[in-house]
T-cell receptor
Framework: DAGVTQSPTHLIKTRGQQVTLRCSPKSGHDTVSWYQQALGQGPQFIFQYYEEEERQRGNFPDRFSGHQFPNYSSELNVNALLLGDSALYLC????????????FGPGTRLLVL | AQSVTQPDIHITVSEGASLELRCNYSYGATPYLFWYVQSPGQGLQLLLKYFSGDTLVQGIKGFEAEFKRSQSSFNLRKPSVHWSDAAEYFCAVGPSNDYKLSFGAGTTVTVRA
């Protein structure tokens, strides 16, 4: 059984560009959450998707948007990249919307130059 | 608002010695509490979780944690550390009705021979 997978593993972009990160949840999971982990810090919640809708959002600007597909996979889009967007982006999946164990993927490391 | 404090940024411990990592949380109701471990370049792996019931929780890799409501703490312990336990450890808190986790800044554990 494959766990949470994310692509790409690494990405380099320049300021002002746009980026799309992808996540496939663990089998049987229908909820996907995205987190940003800056260097030396703990992950910060960006948003959560369930039933193809954004259910919750953390303190991130509208430049950060997402999407969930009918097969429960998800994308994170970041527009107008800033240097400060450089981070490890983690995807986590879980079953349903109530608190259960979240399983994290290996992350996508984004470097903005 | 929920928050997590991990007072120790870095801990060095000898192989075979005991380890205790501190975690203090702030939350308005009974929280759901988690400990995750992150090896270099990796995503987060769940060590253990507390939802309710017995306040002493057993996890994987020989770790345990104790929930103390009066002290708002959820400290992680391991009786005898192995070199493979060198990693970064994150404490997280979340509500019961959604998946938004708040993480501490993490504690880096170094194991010396």
């Amino acid at each position: 059984d494959a766990g949470v997978t994310q692509s790409p593993t690494h990405l380099i972009k320049t300021r002002g560009q746009q980026v799309t990160l992808r996540c496939s949840p663990k089998s049987g999971h229908d909820t996907v959450s995205w987190y940003q982990q800056a260097l030396g810090q703990g992950p910060q919640f960006i948003f959560q998707y369930y039933e193809e809708e954004e259910r919750q959002r953390g303190n991130f600007p509208d430049r950060f948007s997402g999407h969930q597909f009918p097969n429960y996979s998800s994308e994170l889009n970041v527009n107008a990249l800033l240097l400060g967007d450089s981070a490890l982006y983690l995807c986590a999946s879980s079953p349903g919307v109530r608190q259960e164990t979240q399983y994290f993927g290996p992350g996508t490391r984004l470097l903005v130059l | 608002a929920q928050s997590v404090t991990q007072p120790d940024i870095h801990i060095t411990v000898s192989e075979g010695a005991s380890l205790e990592l501190r975690c203090n949380y702030s939350y308005g109701a009974t929280p759901y509490l988690f400990w995750y471990v992150q090896s270099p370049g990796q995503g987060l792996q769940l060590l253990l979780k507390y939802f309710s019931g017995d306040t002493l929780v057993q996890g994987i890799k020989g770790f345990e944690a104790e929930f103390k409501r009066s002290q708002s703490s959820f400290n992680l312990r391991k009786p005898s550390v192995h070199w493979s336990d060198a990693a970064e450890y994150f404490c997280a808190v979340g509500p019961s009705n959604d998946y938004k986790l708040s993480f501490g800044a993490g504690t880096t554990v170094t194991v010396r021979a």
